[in-house]
């Protein structure tokens, strides 16, 4: 073996058993031995070394493929029977995918693949690509950005031509992609040639095959040395030419003129076309059997475009003219917008970007894809739109494009818009809006969890527009109609909104800040009746004055109800932030009527006013979201007088404050007086200053603590020491203390005839609370000394002693009895029944020289009747008169 052959077989890399090369070096003692002369020892270092030169590039180079593939998502590139030769490269098959992170998903798949070449020293342009079989599927697109995509301008469309085969054969293209009923399949095959290097001129042809159809896109592109290129494109249908286009474009001097036609006479093959186009769409629709297939299409245009800065045409700046006339006797799916239908006649004239129509007359029907309208809430998405616009028929002046504009809506809340325009198609641009009247009729829409019932409304305006802003004049004659509105608890019937005066509309744009709007006028509301659990059902107002721009909702106003009721209303609404609502209660004099009583379903029907003052003023504040809302609320009651169940109340004068915060119920007593209480006996006034907390959900089972709590009764006092009671623990006790009350007092109030006296009682009572009502258990009750007197002359009593021995001396000694000991013990039940054990020690002067007398006398006393006994005297009104005699003829005489 010499040299050569030796040194081949034993530094030979493994290719085929290793995806990375092998080094194997073999070397038998004989060769070393022979190797080892000075000229061969330099050769082995230089193979050596180019060696571990070609392992570090090969390294180097995979690891940046790696790279490579994980930047742009590569995740499949493989081939079979790949072959080199001298005219190309060919393979059997290549299959390729890519998922990119932020890109274009999509998978390939091609076999019989034949890539000529001119020389593999200069590969571009390739001579030709041929490939037997093509399958793409775009997975999904990328996601859309709110940057667009950078333009490109034709050197660099000139330049990419390079990469470009002068000949491309697809025989059996497959494409499947994302479409409106998820994904769409089409096959069919895709030629075009070029000659020359350059992209022009070029021979082109794509046909898609869908059953026994064929629609074919021929393009024929010229181009010459001065710039100028030529483009007819023709489509066929089942080889019958049916639509054309030509486009000229001439570049030069950083400026591109394209001028074009377009133009298709009729299409007999309208129902097939339709049922495959509408695939594609978001509402596919079958055509009718009697579809018309006369549709006309022309369309021409003469466009400037300027090169910028960066050598890109600025499209959106584009200048020129552009004349559209269709006619389309049957809805024909548009992508993106919907079902189109009828007939348009527009030209129109561009200046830097803007386009504005100078002949126009449209008569179109459009059925709008769902993805047309997805701000708009599902319940007033029309189903179809009826557009009509007329020239006017008036004097032509220069540079004005009168019309008279007509849009109908069908389904969800049927609409139309009538009004009359004059745009201005010369600087400066601006349209003029008169005579414009918007109606709205629904008999039922469901907004969320907002029902409306025969909705009727009629807007008309006014206004004007221009590039900067809009303005628009609503007017009096605008009002709206419903006659029932419906959301959770809520019920109003017989609704109506107008406008007292013009209210006024105003956007303003600005390319580099957000649309500004504002709206500002009176407004006026009237309900024929509201219904709440909380109301009762009667009709309600609001006047004010509404303002309204692009961060929050303000009105301010006064509201009113058929009961009397009026207060201040003040309605503010940060978008996307809290709604705060202030009002103030207009002071009420009960003198001449309780409008609260007559709007509160709450109102204790037992709870009569008849005199006094009363106002108030609060806040409620709903956060957005799911936040807890907090309210606050201050209610002044001056000098009320009237009845509260079977008892008279006088001056009662009281300032509470109220407030919600976090599911609390917080309540400040800050003043409550009452003059005068009289359920059967006078007295007061009572004091009472505390504060009572509870939660929202449980409002009578709270806390309420106290400072003061007292009343003045019967000559002397009646208080409880500071304190809390806890309404929500099952049984409490109280300590409650009685001071300086007077005995005679006690005695003119106690329904019984012939009993006087005199001194003064102290006491002291443990009350216990519980479920079952009120009770005393250890009370104690003692005259101050030196002690009184106690007189009882009844002839009941008198006849008692004279037909018992024993009774005529305690008759005797109780006409003048003069004592100096009163003590009792005091037990009260959750049933009413008032015990009290009496010791008396004293002396009747006149009787048996004044011997002193011990008596030990145990009472009982059924207060809930004695208090009836007393509420049917005329100690009391006659209305409370009744209320008793009522309740005892309905056998509830119980008074707890």
Known sequence: MNFEATLLSCIAPRWRTSPRPVLRLCCSPRFMDAAMTKPWRTVSVLAAGLLALLMVLSAVAWS????????????????????????????ERVRYAQNPENGLHLAASASGITLRLPSFFRPLPPRSLQIDQLELEIRSYPPAGDSEPPATDLEQYERWSAWLPQKLTIADLRISLPCAKGRCDERGALRFERKGESLLPLDGRLDLRRNEHRLSLTIDAQGSALGESLVLATLAIDEQPRLETRHQLEHSDRTLRWNGTLSMGSLPEAPWLLAWLGEWTATPTAAPPDMPTDMRIGAGWALTLIQNDNGVYAWRNAAGELRLSTHIPAAWPVIGLGELQGDLDLAARGQDGLWLPTELKANLQLRPSSTLLTDVPAALRPSQLNISVEPVATEMTPGQLPVQLRVETQGGAPSSLQARMRLATSPPYSLDIEQARLQTRSTRLQLDALTLQNLDATLDFSGRAD?????LQLQKSSQ????????????ASQLSATLPRTLALQIERNLEQPTAWRAEGPLELRLSRLEHPLLLAQGWRWSGQLKAD????????SVSNDAGLTMALNLEQRWNGPLQVGGKLQEIFLRAGNPIAGSLAAWPASLELSSGRLSGDGKLTLPAGNGKPTANLTLEARGLAGIFDRSEISGLDARLTARLQRDRLLLDISELRLAELNPGFTFGPLLLRGHYEAAIDLPAKGRLTWQIAETRILGGRFWLPAGALDLAAPQQRLSARLEGVQLGDVLAAYPTEGLSGSGVIDGSFDVQRSAEGLSVRDG??????????????????????????????????????????LTSDVRYDENGKLNLGLRLNGHNPALEGGRPINFSINLEE???????????????????????????????????
């Open 480 to 491: 709206a109609k419903l006659a029932r509105l419906a959301t959770g608890e809520v019920v």
């Open 467 to 471: 590039l900067q802003k809009v303005e």
């Open 550 to 557: 692009s961060t929050a909702l303000n009105a301010n106003g």
């Open 64 to 91: 940046q493929w790696q790279g490579f593939k994980h930047e742009q998502g590569i995740e499949l590139l493989e081939w079979q029977g790949l072959r080199l030769s001298s005219g190309g490269i060919s393979a």
């Open 780 to 821: 104690k009750l003692a005259a101050r000394a030196p002690g009184g007197v106690l007189r009882f002359r009844s002839p009941k009593i008198e006849a008692l002693g004279q037909a018992n021995p024993a009774m005529k001396i305690v008759t005797e000694a109780l006409h003048d009895f003069h004592y100096d000991l």
């Open 862 to 896: 059924d207060i809930p009747a004695l208090l009836t006994s007393l509420q049917l005297s005329d100690r009391v009104s006659e209305t409370i008169q009744r209320r008793v005699q009522e309740r005892l003829r309905q056998g509830n005489a119980d008074p707890r």
